[in-house]
């Protein structure tokens, strides 16, 4: 486990706690006669975890001082408690030397791509770009106002293998553009745009580059298929503690499989979680499982008046009794409210039902009851999408350990009545 320790000023020390030993330990050494280590790193992006051959190697921005001749500033590098090398001198960048506009962004897992933004002309805008270290040379090779300027990147940005990053950048006014680059071409794949004046959320590349991961308007910490384009929120409103993130650094890196992330939370006045989200989910010990969603009608007809019923399966490993509550939520396109939609295009009470009431036809059996959903008409969903189309229904239940699972369905909405679709568990949520 990895973390800085800001202990005076821009001065800094990297440390490393050995999981196995409970050893707390200096990432990087400091110089001869030195205290601190690191000055004047980017305080967005503190360092870079990297292999070379076996050995962990730390990237990060860095000021060494004045050595009688010339400052030494740019990119370091050093291997797990060592002392630290220059691997780029900021001389080499068109434009003034100023450590202020040159942005570190982190590096590939083998070290093959070290990327960082810089702002070669300050008075003179678009003049900043992402850059690679080898060259070193812009990627793409096009400057813009702002590029990558989010608060907070501590996510892992570059695939892998070096052969992707993700980019965002933003002329002199919204909205910020997201795209996906080739770093051998420079080829940009769009992703997606916001107005949200805090730009992109956490934003994260899976280690294999399928993924990208963000948060924005519209969008909660949102898994975006980049071959297919297929999207799906992967927090939820009805999982409570995601709305008490707040900072990047309480979201994890994708692990190395595609499948896992971590996430701290602390709700007002509960106690602080960290929570282990599965996003292919095969293992329900700990957490409730949902095994089927039906629905009452094989289409929802649009009119405002006409009801369907849903129905979920939910069981626990430790028994019926530990499950918390069972909540409903609807879906557009993979998220629970695009910032384009403006009224919800269905009504419907939130709470599923295992008591007898509301449409439930046997209490305690785990079966799981909401018979109010209907449309509403007037939302702008109609205005936008042809009938028949597939709105998204999402039940999320949670046991009395906060442990939580997400299940999402499709529900078609048509003119006339007419075959309901099966489950799918997309996400596991443990403590």
């Known amino acids: 486990m990895f973390f800085k320790n800001p202990t005076y000023g821009n001065s800094f020390n990297f440390y490393y706690f050995d999981l196995g030993t409970k ?27 990297t292999t070379i051959g076996s050995q962990v190697a730390l990237f990060f921005k860095h000021d060494d001082g004045y050595d009688g001749e010339r400052n030494n500033r740019g990119i370091y590098t050093a291997l797990l408690g060592e002392q630290f090398t220059k691997f780029m001198d900021i001389d080499l960048l068109p ?185 292919v989910p095969t293992n329900f010990s700990q ?19 006409t009801r369907i019923t849903v129905t979920a399966a939910v069981s ?17 396109d993979g998220l629970e409210k695009p910032a384009w939609l403006v009224g919800d295009p269905v009504y419907y009470d939130f709470v599923m039902y295992d008591d007898g009431t509301h449409g439930d036809l046997e209490a305690g059996d785990g079966i799981y009851t909401n018979n109010t959903i209907r449309t509403n008409p007037t939302s702008n969903f109609y205005e936008k999408y042809p009938l028949p189309r597939n709105i998204g229904i999402r039940i999320v239940a949670r046991d009395l350990d906060r442990n939580y699972v997400l299940a999402d369905t499709l529900l078609t909405v048509a003119k006339t009545a007419g075959v309901p679709t099966a489950a799918n568990s997309i996400l596991l949520l443990l403590d």
């Open 23 to 49: 050893a707390c330990s200096l990432a990087v050494l400091p110089q001869s006669g030195e205290t601190y280590a690191i000055w004047n790193p980017d305080f967005r992006k503190p360092f870079s975890l």
């Open 95 to 279: 434009g003034a030397q100023n450590m202020n506009l040159l942005r570190f962004l982190g590096s590939a897992a083998q070290a093959n791509q070290i990327l960082f933004t810089w702002n070669q002309d300050y008075y003179n805008p678009p003049a900043t770009a992402m850059w690679k270290t080898t060259g070193p040379t812009r990627v793409p090779n096009e400057a813009h106002n702002y590029v990558w300027d989010d608060q907070d990147l501590y996510g892992q940005l570059v695939s892998a293998d070096g052969t992707k990053a993700l980019y965002a950048y933003m002329g002199s006014s919204w909205p910020k553009q997201l795209y996906l680059v080739d770093l051998a071409s420079g080829a940009k794949t769009f992703i997606n745009e916001t107005g949200d004046i805090n730009g992109y959320f956490a934003p994260a590349l899976s280690p294999s580059g399928n993924y990208a991961f963000f948060s924005t308007i519209g969008h909660k910490y949102t898994r975006h298929n980049l071959a297919t384009g297929e999207q799906r929120d992967t927090w939820a409103y009805w999982f409570a503690e995601s709305s008490w993130v707040g900072s990047d650094f309480r979201v994890s890196d994708i692990t190395a499989d595609d499948r896992y992330y971590f996430m701290a939370s602390k709700p007002d006045g509960d106690i602080a979680r960290i929570h282990r989200v599965d996003m």
């Open 287 to 305: 957490t409730p499982n949902i095994s089927a969603i039906n629905f009452s009608a094989p289409r929802l007809v649009n009119d405002g008046t």
């Open 316 to 332: 626990d490993a430790q028994g019926l009794g530990t499950i918390d509550r069972v909540r409903l939520q609807y879906l557009v």
